[in-house]
T-cell receptor
């Protein structure tokens, strides 16, 4: 499987509930970033977590990173209809670990039901 | 401070024509990345450039695709003799001139349709 794979592929929850998305990767990384993409739009950067960090918060977002398992999770608390979007994790490979660009997964499509 | 700008936002070409996509990085940013996104897919890295230099083009198709980032003006992604399979959204991102691994800021993308 490719670097930066998210699961689930799609997630539908009720407004107000928490949404958790997971990401797995294969190579050593400098950092891992989460992005949001609304349908037909560009990417919005949400949060960056470095390889020496384990958890990071930003507003209603909480990101964890487990480098031993090569995995990350994105938690969105108290979800809102406006959170409906696709969410991508992207890894920046450590030096010599890959191309200079970010490696994206296929994304989790999150639908918040009002 | 304007964000990353891309133009055109939508581009329609017939098979065999050339497509030119432009990207102006954020002010003060000297690193530019190009990515391609096929429908229902994540973004795939194509090329990483600094002013007047191609740093990494490992994701670029070997033929028909080229990129440049001149000393003056925007970065250009050029696709010659387009085919239907080139239809995709092309995103540009920029980052500041610090150590690699910093946040990349994405433009709104150019959606290329090849008829």
């Amino acid at each position: 499987s490719q670097q930066g794979e998210e699961d689930p592929q799609a997630l539908s929850i009720q407004e107000g509930e928490n949404a958790t998305m997971n990401c797995s990767y294969k190579t050593s990384i400098n950092n891992l970033q989460w992005y949001r993409q609304n349908s037909g739009r560009g990417l919005v950067h949400l949060i960056l977590i470095r390889s020496n960090e384990r958890e990071k918060h930003s507003g209603r977002l909480r990101v964890t990173l487990d480098t031993s398992k090569k995995s990350s999770s994105l938690l969105i608390t108290a979800s809102r209809a406006a959170d409906t979007a696709s969410y991508f994790c992207a890894t920046d490979a450590a030096s010599g670990g890959g191309a200079d660009g970010l490696t994206f997964g296929k994304g989790t499509h999150l639908i918040i039901q009002p | 401070n304007a964000g990353v700008m891309q133009n055109p936002r939508h581009l329609v070409r017939r098979r065999g024509q050339e497509a030119r996509l432009r990207c102006s990085p954020m002010k003060g940013h000297s690193h530019v990345y190009w990515y391609r996104q096929l429908p229902e897919e994540g973004l795939k890295f194509m090329v990483y450039l600094q002013k007047e230099n191609i740093i990494d083009e490992s994701g670029m198709p070997k033929e028909r695709f080229s990129a440049e980032f001149p000393k003056e003006g925007p970065s250009i992604l050029r696709i010659q003799q387009v085919v239907r399979g080139d239809s995709a959204a092309y995103f540009c991102a920029s980052s500041p001139p610090r150590e690699r691994g910093d946040t990349q800021y994405f433009g709104p993308g150019t959606r290329l349709t090849v008829l």
